[in-house]
């Protein structure tokens, strides 16, 4: 079902009014979440200037054997993400980069994608030439997709989330939709910015929308410290 809201200025102030009159200790409930994001912060610089991996990484023979330290899956948990090395073989990753080059070159899509908006939308560039390619379909992308390895790191990540909630099974994890994405090439010694930093999710849509806001009923009841990001429940 879609959202649909004919007033958006008004639809805030309403959700808004809601929220503080079900939470009248807000603004301390607000100190404590800031209080714990600053903890993290300090952790997260520690472990950076000790030399350690602030993201997580995992090493992709431990995935298809299934010896993922639990210790390790909890830490991607905690940040929110991880590196996953060795998925494939330089040799074969190596090719699918050399294909997807000569592809290029093949149907002079720098020329052809120079003035791109695209382009312009992901990063200042300081030269005409594109690095990302509305190229979603070329032999080496849909190799890459398709590949049980990648099959095998996806079932993976899937698997971080809790599937079930109160009796409700919300996904199967073990189902891997492929997402289809674009080409995107930096060049060796690129002077552009490349991707920007950004976010891709919502912003009012997320709270304004009654279900969703279930995703973060711990959060706006105050009991924050019990919520999952990993939680499934609702999101679908």
């Given at each position: ?64 054997s299934g010896r993922v330290p639990a210790e ?62 509305g190229i979603y379909w070329s032999r080496a ?96």
């Open positions: 079902m879609s959202l649909v809201i004919e007033n958006l200025p008004e639809a805030i102030r309403t959700t808004k009014q809601g929220l503080r009159a079900a939470l009248p200790e807000y603004k301390e409930v607000f100190r404590e979440v800031e209080a714990e994001m600053r903890g993290r912060v300090e952790e997260i610089v520690t472990e950076r200037e000790s030399g350690h991996d602030v993201i997580p990484v995992v090493q992709y023979p431990d995935i298809a390790l899956m909890g830490k991607v948990r905690s940040r929110g993400a991880c590196a996953v090395r060795g998925t494939f073989s330089r040799e074969v990753a190596v090719g699918f980069d050399d294909e997807i080059a000569a592809y290029v070159e093949r149907n002079d899509l720098d020329a052809k994608l120079a003035n791109r908006a695209e382009d312009k939308y992901f990063g200042t560039l300081a030269s005409a030439k594109p690095q990302i390619y992308q849909v190799e890459a997709r398709q590949s049980e390895s990648l099959t095998n790191v996806r079932v993976f990540l899937n698997n971080l989330w809790r599937a079930e909630s109160d009796g409700v099974r919300y996904i199967n994890p073990d189902e891997t939709p492929a997402y289809v994405d674009r080409i995107r090439r930096r060049p060796p010694g690129s002077a552009s910015l490349g991707l920007s930093p950004h976010v891709d999710g919502g912003s009012v849509e997320r709270w304004l929308d009654e279900n969703f806001r279930k995703v973060y009923r711990s959060v706006f009841s105050g009991n924050w410290r019990k919520y999952s990001a990993f939680d499934v429940a609702f999101r679908p």
